[in-house]
T-cell receptor, first 114, second 113 residues
């Protein structure tokens, strides 16, 4: 099955700095890579996603890059703000019985210091 | 408003009790999932469903069962709760029309004494 590794497990930055979270996956059939943000005590919510036919995608201060050859993808947050503090999960999905069943990374706890 | 709802929000029970965690979604999604998560920790898939009358076991071994009799309803049952079942349980749904994005419920925090 799919295996997703996510690093680092904890990331501490100063407000205004950039943050990068990296994930690798093992199944070359995976073709959908979402990122979810989970604030303390709240449900995970999708913040950005990328499909295997695209190398990079941006949405304001966040971006995701994908390297299919190396089987890794990364989340980039620029000009971090305290409200970016949360746990971030990457995921990789494969088609299974006509559906995508995501495999999640272990999560990265991002702490943005004011 | 279309959403995914979980009840109860918190549950404290004794060992050996049978419990059912409820999950309903009003978004018309065909796929539904149950995840187990300790605070701030990784998400473990325990069950999923492609649609009515479809149920599959996930990666985490679990003594729980699920049913999918109606599209909008995906309850999770523990026949005999144990302290090791203490955790947060998150229900989610997705649909290919939404690009397979997962929408999560607010979760049920279960404590087994």
């Amino acid at each position: 099955g799919e295996n997703v590794e996510q690093h680092p497990s904890t990331l501490s930055v100063q407000e205004g700095d950039s943050a990068v979270i990296k994930c690798t996956y093992s199944d070359s059939a995976s073709n959908y890579f979402p990122w979810y943000k989970q604030e303390l005590g709240k449900r995970p919510q999708l913040i950005i996603d990328i499909r295997s036919n695209v190398g990079e995608k941006k949405d304001q201060r966040i971006a995701v890059t994908l390297n299919k050859t190396a089987k890794h993808f990364s989340l980039h947050i620029t000009e971090t703000q305290p409200e970016d503090s949360a746990v971030y999960f990457c995921a990789a999905s494969r088609a299974s019985g006509g559906s995508y069943i995501p495999t999640f990374g272990r999560g990265t706890s991002l702490i943005v210091h004011p | 408003e279309a959403d995914i709802y979980q009840t109860p929000r918190y549950l404290v029970i004794g060992t050996g009790k049978k419990i059912t965690l409820e999950c309903s979604q009003t978004m018309g999604h065909d796929k539904m999932y149950w995840y187990q998560q300790d605070p701030g920790m990784e998400l473990h898939l325990i069950h999923y469903s492609y649609g009515v009358n479809s149920t599959e076991k996930g990666d985490l071994s679990s003594e729980s069962t699920v049913s999918r009799i109606r599209t909008e309803h995906f309850p999770l049952t523990l026949e005999s709760a144990r302290p090791s079942h203490t955790s947060q349980y998150l229900c989610a749904s997705s649909d290919h029309r939404g690009g397979e994005k997962l929408f999560f419920g607010s979760g049920t925090q279960l404590s087994v004494l």
